[in-house]
């Protein structure tokens, strides 16, 4: 019996649909490709923010840039200057719509919605078999994408928790050609906490209040500290909440469950959980735009897809040393990324935060770090685990 698709991936997320338009991008070379996502309908439920200039994948379609970022940790101010890679922010909803009306053209390509996969897919006959709320649908491969079900599948060296609320106010708050990457105002010995506000007017701003820390926190842990960052930000005045979102973000993954490991090179997980964040940032929207284009370039060509590529050694090692000074020191976390930021050049931070980092920003990077903590985590030989 011939199969339902080429290729079946499951989770129309930024990786799954970020999969199905590199393959759009190929028109009729494309394979077919079923998209299999358990959500009825797309809502504006995120907001990318990543550094690029015109030629980074969806640059174009962002809704807001910034030239200049600000870090504000107590009486010291340090300003960012980004404008040769400005400061993206894309809303999800923009995101999806662009997505979808590319797939909507191609007819290889397609999107079941209100299709959950139920049980864990099988390999038989040559074929894998994919049950989903809707039925059967088999396929030669599929590209996983689904987050852990569950808590004890994930671990990491730190979570990144946050709550953040978009606001309206009727009188000028905000300076929307400057965004605050991290305000430590209310610092906090047991985690590290900042606000981070993404200004789109003068009235109208992303106000998200963050946490790294080595447990997962809920929205409603985050509540009282977001509405203190917001009531601070406008200055007391009176505003309107237009829009939420929460995220939970592993940062440096320790140990992912059975179901997040590849089966066969016919079957591959991918995504956020699957590895695609940056360990030290959380960050993963530009990272899964590298997989996509990658994979997609290999599956075109009749090979098999490909798995989210490993950080290079040098990188990911940097990363968990940095991830197990912050776990260890929470305290010292705002003077570690007032450091960074002000001891090494913004453009150097930037390469080195989007994964484009030459050899002279990581000594930028080392240099700009206290030894001590440092030097005790290298030797502690945590860093290679
Ligand atoms: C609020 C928020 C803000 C973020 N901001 C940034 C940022 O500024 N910059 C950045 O680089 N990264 C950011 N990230 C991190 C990362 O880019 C996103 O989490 C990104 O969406 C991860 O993509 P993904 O495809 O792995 O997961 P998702 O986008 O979550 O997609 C997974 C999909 O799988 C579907 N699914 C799950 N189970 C099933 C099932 N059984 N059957 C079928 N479908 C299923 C889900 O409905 C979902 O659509 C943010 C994350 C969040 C949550």
């Known amino acids: 019996m011939p199969a339902d698709a080429d290729l079946l991936v499951i989770g129309g997320g930024c990786a799954g649909l970020s999969l199905a338009a590199q393959l759009g991008s190929y028109k009729d070379r494309a394979r077919r490709t079923i998209v299999l996502e358990q959500r009825s309908t797309y809502q504006n439920d995120r907001t990318w923010c990543f550094w690029g200039d015109i030629t980074t994948p969806y640059a174009h379609l962002a809704d807001h840039q910034w030239g200049e970022l600000q870090l504000i940790n107590g009486e010291q101010q340090v300003l960012i200057d980004c404008n040769h890679t400005p400061y993206h922010m894309l809303k999800s909803s923009t995101f999806y719509d662009s997505v979808m009306t590319g797939l909507a ?11 959950a996969v139920v049980t864990e897919p099988i390999f038989r006959h040559g074929l894998w078999h994919v049950q989903t709320s809707q039925g059967e649908l088999t396929s030669k491969v599929v590209i996983d994408t689904r987050p852990a079900s569950s808590s004890s599948e994930l671990e990491a060296v730190l979570w990144q928790s946050f709550y953040g609320h978009e606001v309206l106010t009727n009188e000028p708050c905000f ?9 430590f105002s209310a610092p906090n010995p047991m985690q590290i906490g900042f606000t981070y506000t993404l200004p789109v007017s003068t009235t109208r701003a992303l106000i998200e209040f963050t946490t790294f820390s080595a447990g997962r926190l809920t929205a409603g842990d985050l509540e009282t500290a977001l509405m203190q960052s917001i009531a601070k930000k406008v200055g007391g005045k009176p505003y309107k909440i237009v829009h939420s979102e929460y995220g939970l973000l592993p940062m440096g993954i320790t140990h992912r469950g059975a179901n997040s490991t590849p089966k066969d090179p016919s079957y591959i ?25 990658q994979c997609a370039a290999r599956i075109v060509a009749g ?83």
């Open 105 to 115: 053209h191609n007819p290889l390509l397609s999107i079941q919605l209100n299709a």
């Open 175 to 183: 300076d929307p050609a400057c965004a605050e990457l991290m305000d």
């Open 269 to 293: 997980v991918s995504g956020l959980h699957a590895g695609a964040g940056r360990p030290s940032t959380g960050y993963a929207f530009q990272r899964i735009q590298n997989w996509a284009a």
């Open 303 to 385: 090979g098999l897809p490909k798995a989210q590529t490993k950080d290079p050694y040098f990188l990911s090692q940097m990363d968990r040393i940095f991830l197990n000074v912050l776990r260890d020191n929470p305290r010292h976390g705002p003077d570690l990324f007032t450091r960074l930021f002000s001891k090494a050049k913004s453009e150097q931070v930037i390469r080195f935060l989007s994964d484009k980092a030459h050899l002279s920003d990581y000594a930028a990077i080392i240099r700009a770090m206290p030894t001590a903590p440092f030097i005790k985590q290298l030797f502690s030989g945590k860093a290679l685990q």
